[in-house]
């Protein structure tokens, strides 16, 4: 069903566990499977995870000064690092972000004084003796919880959270408006970013994505409609309305079109793991930018420039409006991001050269090897080569996590 639809994947740290949101408000936690059945260990390398838990993380709301349907619809979710045994995940949707523990239980106290077995209170006059509780095993149960409710934080909708190296603050972007917060306080957050201006036909631009520095705490970076980015500093100054770095392409003049708006925008920024590179997509392009270069991107990968004579038949079907992440994997050295079709493409960042995967149904058996493709745009047709106007254009991967190690 469309409740049913993945609007949102993340691995957690250590990648044993990875968390999706959907459509209908709920959050489904898979584990990775590592016993070995009677064979070889190996099996639990297979990648294969199973239901670990599954919660209702947003209901549908309604916004009564507005007139406006809030949706359950779960837009993000990220992993706080581990502290203890008990694991932490934010997840938002359009208004309301939350903090919830996740948590197992498989032993559970038995002989108490005051209470029988089924758990009623027994009548004083009748307990002659003192026991001391025992803790027996019981089955493994897995318990999730809300901890804390971080709400009336944003006017538009909340398109991101990152959660700070410090561990203890993150951060939270609308349209206009970036927000940090501290995770032990819900009834105010910082506004830190606010490209509102004083009337709102004078607007230009929106916030599209928002992420803190994998390593310093005082620096992070968002991404606009028009294809900028902006790294701010917050030793600057309390609001970082003026930017610290400002990373855009110029636009070649030939190039422009009706649609040259539109497909600039970038619809998601990464830091890599070392904190030197950012990633970005926009809706034909990734593109890696180095912190120490501002004038253009490092390197430019197309992910399907074949669409870029088709621009006008998907945005009347509104396809030019998808918004597709991008993923560094753990090394940085190769780049990941969707596309139509159930395709994936993966980009080596040393050779340049790129590959079309296909996402299909019997390739998520175990040890199953994923299929490479190729799109016909012209010249010797190969057997297998999908030709651009067979593309099922309702089949997108827009959202996608790399496993950490």
Sequence with gaps: TEADVISTVEFNQTGDLLATGDKGGRVVIFQRETESKGESEELGESGEYNVYSTFQSHEPDFDYLKSLEIEEKINKIRWLPQQNAARFLLSTNDKTIKLWKVSERDKRPEGYNLKDEEGRIKDISTVTSLRVPVLKPTDLMVEVRPRRIFANGHTYHVNSISVNSDGETYLSADDLRVNMWHLDITDRS???????????????????????????CHLFVYSSSKGTLRLCDMRDSALCDKHSKIFEEPEDPGNRSFFSEIISSVSDVKFSHSGRYLLTRDYLTVKVWDLNMEKGPVGTYQVHEYLRSKLCSLYENDCIFDKFECVWNSTDSVIMTGAYNSFFRMFDRETGRGVTLEAWRESSKPRAVLRTRRIYTGGRRRRGDVGVDSLDFTKKILHMAWHPA
């Design 190 to 216: 910082f506004n830190i970013v606010d490209i509102k201006p004083a009337n709102m036909e004078d607007l230009t631009e929106v916030i599209t994505a928002a992420e803190f520095h994998p390593q310093h």
